[in-house]
């Protein structure tokens, strides 16, 4: 039978049924399971999740029919006690504090987007050409995306989704430094490293001006030789700062060699495993793959942000810290803002701001009618509140198939 009840009287034995959560939102990576040790309630608590549904038909007794404890347990994975050593952080209650609105920030943040988009150039630029890095100019600019990310960090990253239409070689590094700074928030870094943080990843794909176009651009699985000579890409980001004598923190070079190295040492290039990659690294590599798998290519469409968070979250626990792909995926949102989406009335929407505290409600515009009528009054709705509880988000449209920009509701199209 199923029941529920309060997460505080889970006791070992007992079968929970169902977390009552979507995938991204609990500690676990089924919604079901058996609960063997204290740790498993304490990760639930710790979630906020206050109550669960178990099957009662499940729950195991001992032999003796007395309470079971963990060592009693009956089942525990071999490879659950063969992980690699994980880095705990200390739990940070992800509370944003916006203290502008979306819509208010976003001149702000567009001026600072587009400095930072025309320094990105210049970047890539001086590499190919082996001339000397103006570290005081990136360094100004990443201190604007900070400042922007502290007032309101929803507007940079809708600008994100919103300037898709520009060269990959100069957006993903800046995008990877804005989804950087934005969830090294969430995970409570301070501004001092939010701003080492912010260059290190402006830095972090500088080698491949130094991989052939060829191989950076071959639409094609790469030979072997041609993965080898790409993956050096990052150990050369490395060396091009340190050749150049910049100066700049230590961790900024580290961010740029070791933004694919990956917690059960599959990475490269040094093949470090979990405590020994350096938090800011893993910060810039979860960005990295995020950007990389929701842009758009010559070769290929950007998947949806919904399907890029959901890959990563198959990387839990093998590529990543758990924890951190949780804050990640808390940070950026389901559905980030400039997403357009559909809701179960028909009605079509334009999200403009993650409501951090329940990924599936952000604040929304609602441009059109179910029957695709535009309105020319769109109006906000905060999906959190009670009052809206009716409307739900049924689905994602593609900017292709939305058929209108979704920048113009944020009063901002591309240059300000
Ligand atoms: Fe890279
Ligand atoms: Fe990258």
Redesign the pocket.
């Known amino acids: 039978m199923i029941r529920k009840i309060p997460t505080k009287n889970l006791k070992i034995g007992m079968f929970v049924a169902d977390v009552g959560r979507a995938w991204f939102n609990h500690p676990w990576k089924t919604k079901s399971k058996y609960i063997s040790d204290q740790n498993e309630i304490d990760e639930l608590t710790r979630y906020g999740i206050d109550e669960v549904y178990i099957d009662t038909q499940k729950t195991l007794k001992s032999e003796s029919g007395s309470k079971l404890t963990a060592k009693d347990f009956p089942y525990k994975p071999p490879e659950e006690r063969t992980k690699p050593a994980r880095v705990y952080l200390n739990p940070v209650q992800i509370k944003p504090d916006q203290v502008s609105a979306v819509e208010q920030e976003l001149p702000k943040a567009a001026k600072a987007y587009n400095r930072a988009l025309d320094t990105s150039k210049a970047l890539v630029a001086a590499c190919r050409m082996n001339k000397r890095i103006e570290v005081d100019a990136v360094q100004e600019n990443v201190n604007e995306l900070v400042e922007s990310v502290s007032r309101n960090q929803d507007a940079l990253t809708a600008l994100i989704k919103l300037r898709r239409f520009d060269d990959y070689t100069y957006t ?2 800046l995008n ?1 430094s804005v989804l950087s700074i934005a969830s090294g928030k969430a995970l409570g870094l301070n501004d001092a490293d939010l701003r080492i943080l912010g260059l290190g990843t402006m830095f ?2 500088l080698g491949k001006c130094r991989v052939p176009a060829f191989i950076l651009n071959k639409p094609d699985k790469l030979s072997d030789e041609e993965f080898i000579i790409m993956k050096n890409h990052a150990a050369l980001s490395a060396e091009i700062l340190i050749e150049q004598k910049l100066p700049v923190d230590d961790l900024v070079i580290k961010v740029a060699r070791h ?1 694919h190295e990956r917690m059960d040492g599959s990475g490269y290039p040094d093949r470090l495993e979990g405590a020994d990659i350096p938090h800011l690294a893993t910060i810039c590599g979860l960005s ?1 793959v995020y ?2 798998l929701t842009s758009d290519r010559v070769y290929h469409t950007g998947m949806l942000p919904h399907d890029a968070l959901k890959f990563i979250y198959g990387l839990r626990g093998t590529h990543f810290q758990p924890e951190w792909v949780d804050r990640f995926v808390q940070s950026v949102g389901i559905y980030p803002p400039g997403s357009v989406v559909e809701l179960n009335t028909g009605h079509v929407a334009v999200v403009m701001e993650v409501n951090h505290d329940a990924l599936l409600c952000p604040l929304i515009k609602i441009v059109a009618e179910p029957n695709g009528q535009l309105y020319s009054r769109p109006k906000l709705m905060d999906l959190s509140k009670t009052e809206n509880r009716s409307y739900t988000i049924q689905a994602v449209i593609t900017p292709k198939k939305a058929g209108f920009d979704p920048s113009y509701y944020f009063s901002v199209k591309g240059d300000e």
Request: proline share 0%; hydrophobic share 20%; no cysteine.
């Open positions: 993903h590094s990877v972090h794909d933004h990295d950007d990389a």
